[in-house]
């Protein structure tokens, strides 16, 4: 379990009605607020080593609170408004999950750096910041065509 900034009194619902599949409102607060620091790991876990947990009451402990009540609210929230296609509803936890994501976007692109995390050795970065298989065959033919041929002729 990743770590979690804020609290199931954090979560902003109201009185939306969470869907039953999702258990009792505190339980399904609490799992959310899990889920969402998963989220928030899978991010930052991205340039700095984890588990990152900053001393409470830092900007940085803040922040990701924030980050991580957004996305527990607007995940909780979305839940709710499927069942009951509500379109003020969606519009509501699309705008918590949005800037959340801002501001999770601004951290792995260092425009927010987090005070106290360790940054990930260059060589680790690079491979969590690939979005696609690394291929680091070198053929003697360094066309596209050459690169095809090399591969069917592999098998």
């Not at 001393?55 to 990701?64: A, I």
């Amino acid at each position: 379990m990743s770590t979690v900034y804020c609290t199931t009194d954090d979560v902003a619902v109201g009185d939306i009605t969470l869907p039953r599949h999702l258990g009792a409102p505190a339980v399904a607060k609490q799992k959310a607020i899990e889920n969402a620091a998963d989220e928030i790991a899978a991010a930052i876990g991205r340039v700095y080593k984890l588990p990152y947990n900053p001393s409470p009451d830092t900007s940085e402990h803040l922040l990701l609170k924030k980050v991580n009540w957004y996305i527990a609210t607007g995940r909780l929230v979305a839940a709710a408004a499927a069942n009951a296609s509500d379109d003020q509803m969606n519009a509501f936890a699309m705008y918590h999950l949005r800037e959340a994501q801002k501001v999770l976007d601004a951290i792995v692109s260092g425009e927010i750096k987090l005070r106290g995390a360790d940054d990930l050795e260059k060589t680790d970065k690079e491979l969590k910041l690939t979005t696609s298989p690394i291929v680091g065959n070198v053929y003697e033919e360094d066309t596209a065509i050459g690169r095809v041929t090399q591969f069917y002729g592999s098998w």
